[in-house]
């Protein structure tokens, strides 16, 4: 708890300034991959890469809790890694954003869909899923942004130099809980076995390729102009 306050404290005083334009970059390119694609790729050809093994996965209609809850831990995890250190920040925001690119591109040039169960029952896991599935069409299904993005928390939350107490358990907990992920989103039949492992493989990419060309340096140099220059900006006014 004491780091979380620590870490908040540091937000409201500017000390995490490096990190504002990073984390409003990765969500703003999150709903252009996400959504933008979806106006190239609308009414082409796509592709069902459902396989044998999928067919035996069960339909589990409780698993969307988890899946849900996916969405805190993104949120916790990015501020944690990006509110750790300019190095962590622009290290793992820098792979993202590669792995991001990477999986545009097979939204683009090999887009997928699957085929849903119907939803029936008036449970709560029944309605969640019936509004999920109303507003997240089957399709840019591979790779799996909702795998990628808990790998990232996870593989980002390990990199991270501030380490808080327990922080081994808590990374092992959260590695756990991105186990969890992959399977609900098998179990509420969002995605198959391939895009899970696209979603890993694209992410390990990501991560890659930042290490190999030091993409992180020139992201981060980019990062630092555009924030010196809006916040100098902002301070004239």
């Not at 937000?11 to 996400?34: A, D, G, W």
């Not at 939350?157 to 959260?174: A, G, P, Q």
């Not at 990419?205 to 992201?219: E, H, P, R, S």
Request: charged fraction near 15%.
């Amino acid at each position: 708890m004491e780091y979380f306050k620590g870490l908040i404290f540091r937000f409201r005083y500017k000390e995490l300034r490096y990190s504002y334009l990073p984390l409003f970059i990765m969500i703003v390119f999150n709903l252009f991959v996400f959504y933008g694609t979806r106006l190239i790729t609308s009414g082409g050809n796509h592709f069902d890469i459902t396989t044998e093994f999928d067919a035996q996965i069960p339909f589990i209609p409780q698993m969307i809790f988890v899946y849900i809850l996916a969405y805190v831990q993104w949120a916790l995890c990015f501020v944690v890694i990006l509110g750790d250190s300019e190095g962590v920040c622009h290290k793992v925001y820098t792979s993202e954003i590669v792995a991001k690119f990477i999986a545009m591109v097979f939204f683009i040039l090999l887009p997928t869909v699957m085929v849903r169960p119907e939803v029936s029952g008036g449970a709560p896991s029944s309605f969640l899923l019936r509004f999920i599935y109303s507003v997240d069409t089957p399709d840019n299904l591979f790779p799996s942004l909702h795998c990628l993005e808990s790998w990232c928390c996870f593989r980002g939350l390990v990199m991270i130099k501030h380490k808080f107490k327990h922080h081994t358990l808590i990374c092992f907990i959260n590695y756990l809980f991105t186990m969890l992920v992959f399977f609900s989103v098998l179990a509420v039949k969002q995605h198959v076995i391939l895009d899970v492992v696209g979603g890993v493989a694209v992410m390990e990419l990501g991560f890659a390729i930042t290490n190999a060309f030091k993409a992180d340096k020139g992201m981060k140099k980019l990062s630092d102009a555009l924030t010196k220059r809006l916040f100098k900006k902002k301070a004239k006014v």
